[in-house]
């Protein structure tokens, strides 16, 4: 069985960082719905078939980085969202931390950019249409987190 046949969308180009947030986004359902140490879910992910094409540095600063800024990064987006965090699916969930993780912190990344790569993960791992959902709720709080570059994109 080749790589492409147990991935949920395997007629994408999928880059190095964008498996990292493919097995981030798995990591952090896991830890959602295990409450495992993070440590523990590392472990599990990085055992993982595939993983060795993924960047692993990024991986690890993205699952480490939305786990120990979890409560914050909810907190920032609960008063966004339409129902409460924990009736939110596991992966609009996981996938919401993924991406106010990657806004707040790598802002070399343009906001464009995590929030497209946050909708193709839930496009490939969600409901039919948590796309959308997760899309509004990033479109909604780039501007909180990086009103500079959101204004001068809107500028263009």
């Given at each position: 069985m080749n790589d492409k046949a147990v991935?949920?969308?395997?007629?994408?180009?999928?880059t190095p960082r964008?498996?990292?947030?493919?097995?981030?986004l798995q990591g952090l359902y896991q830890w959602l719905l295990n409450n495992e140490p993070a440590k523990t879910v590392v472990n599990n992910i990085r055992g993982a078939h595939g993983f060795e094409k993924?960047?692993?540095?990024?991986?690890?600063?993205?699952?480490?980085?939305?786990?120990e800024q979890?409560?914050?990064?909810?907190?920032g987006f609960a008063p966004l969202?339409?129902?409460?965090?924990?009736?939110?699916?596991p992966i609009e969930h996981a996938v919401l931390l993924l991406g106010a993780?990657?806004?707040?912190?790598?802002?070399e990344i343009p906001y464009r950019v995590v929030?497209?790569?946050?909708?193709?993960?839930?496009?490939?791992f969600g409901g039919i249409d948590g796309h959308k959902y997760v899309n509004g709720v990033l479109d909604k709080l780039a501007?909180?987190?990086r009103a500079d570059e959101v204004a001068a994109d809107k500028k263009r």
């Open positions: 991935h949920a969308n395997p007629s994408k180009n999928r964008h498996r990292a947030r493919e097995f981030a993924a960047d692993g540095d990024f991986f690890a600063a993205l699952l480490y980085g939305a786990i979890s409560v914050e990064l909810r907190e969202v339409d129902r409460g965090i924990g009736e939110l699916s993780f990657e806004l707040k912190n790598h802002p929030i497209n790569e946050a909708v193709e993960l839930t496009k490939s501007p909180k987190l």
